[in-house]
């Protein structure tokens, strides 16, 4: 399949390769982009769609955006796709959105493939401080260059990549609202993704960097494991976000469990 571009529920979808869906779902402050550096080796083997939030990339941004606000938008967009059912790469607040989506709509998800994602931080009064703080529309820009300088924990051209991407976004002020409302939603009592897990019965691999100040896996981590016992769970060195910062290692463990899904399926 030749790389194009469509509008779906209004958000952009960016779509490449042939074969069993997959689609691929971003942080806060990211695009498509982040998965620049795994995308053409999973289209060689399924049809790939890179999915843009809204207020990122080219999807135009909406009201109130926030995390179970992009989680409830997802099914629509696989639904219009079809081809189903997907199997599902999400990091941060893609994780989540994609963990909702599989316990809502099991028959739109195959498997997923959660890279540190978000709804398994303990609710506390520092949890919610830095939410609030992160959401200050006067704060949100600095935090926004600064982030991911932080939680991106390797040097490499992508990650350098990514970095100015992050800065790039911090001067649009509907990119601005959007980061902020997003890390106010983080504080919602519904952002919790512990009753999502506990109604799923597909394969998940549960993917974390052990260096991610942001969702550490001391707290994060061990909770997300606890929360899905039964996923296949890999650590990597490094920060947020293992596709850009680690991308062949990253690879060398989703291959396999593909495989190990479409043998399942013969």
């Known amino acids: 399949m030749a790389p194009s571009t469509a509008s779906l529920n209004g958000l952009a979808v960016h ?3 042939s074969g069993p869906p997959i689609a691929l779902l971003h942080a806060n402050g990211g695009d498509h982009r982040d998965f620049d550096e795994i995308a053409g080796q999973l289209a060689q083997r399924a049809t790939v769609h890179a999915i ?5 990339g080219d999807s135009p941004p909406v009201d109130d955006p926030g ?3 992009f989680a409830e938008l997802l099914p629509a967009v696989l639904d219009q796709l079809g081809d189903g059912p997907f199997i599902l790469i999400g990091n ?3 994780g989540f959105a994609a963990l909702r989506t599989a316990a809502q709509r099991p028959d739109l998800v195959k498997a997923l493939i959660l890279i540190d994602p978000g ?3 303990p609710r506390s009064p520092i949890s919610f401080i830095a939410c609030r703080l992160f959401g200050s529309e006067r704060i949100a820009p600095t935090a926004m260059r600064l982030l991911p300088r932080l939680y991106l924990r390797t040097r ?3 990650v350098r990549a990514m970095r100015q991407r992050a800065v790039t976004a911090s001067h649009p002020p509907e990119q601005v609202r959007t980061f902020a409302s997003i890390w106010r939603s983080f504080a919602e009592r519904n952002h919790d993704a512990r009753h999502d897990a506990a109604e799923l019965t597909l394969p998940v691999l549960l ?4 260096w991610d100040p942001v969702l550490p896996w001391l707290l994060d981590g061990r909770r997300a494991r606890r929360a899905l016992p039964d996923a296949t769970i890999k650590r990597f060195p490094c920060g947020h976000q293992a596709h850009i910062e680690l991308p062949d290692a990253f690879l060398r463990v989703v291959i396999p469990f593909l495989d190990q899904l479409d043998d399942a399926n013969r």
Request: proline share 4%; net charge neutral; aromatic share 12%.
């Open 207 to 210: 993917i974390w960097g052990t």
């Open 92 to 94: 941060s607040i893609g």
């Open 156 to 158: 490499t051209a992508a």
């Open 67 to 69: 995390a179970c606000r």
């Open 15 to 17: 779509t490449c390769g």
């Open 119 to 121: 709804g398994f931080t």
């Open 52 to 56: 843009d939030w809204p207020g990122h």
